[in-house]
């Protein structure tokens, strides 16, 4: 069973290599990102799941992520 994990920035300078990183170590990732014109391209990955929330709405965050076993939740 793949252990999942969060990040939120998960499109931005840092957050690309965390989440190749994490791709590299076998992780599913849910890959919060701020909206859809962000550019996602190099993050499309069978073991990425994009979910697209503003932070300042991140309340609704839960409601997008099926996934509830989480190993960790980095905020970038």
């Known amino acids: 069973m793949k252990k999942n994990v969060i990040v939120t920035g998960?499109?931005?300078f840092l957050g690309r290599y965390l989440v190749e990183?994490?791709?590299?170590q076998g992780y599913e990732i849910w890959a919060v990102v701020r909206d859809y014109h962000s550019d996602v391209s190099f993050i499309i990955n069978s073991?990425?799941?994009?979910?697209?929330c503003d932070?300042?709405?991140?309340e609704d965050l839960e409601e997008n992520i099926q996934a509830r076993d989480?190993?960790?939740?980095?905020?970038?």
Do not use: D, Q, T
């Open 10 to 12: 998960a499109n931005g």
């Open 21 to 24: 990183e994490l791709l590299a």
């Open 47 to 52: 073991s990425v799941n994009l979910v697209f």
């Open 55 to 58: 932070l300042k709405k991140i």
């Open 70 to 76: 989480f190993e960790c939740f980095y905020h970038l």
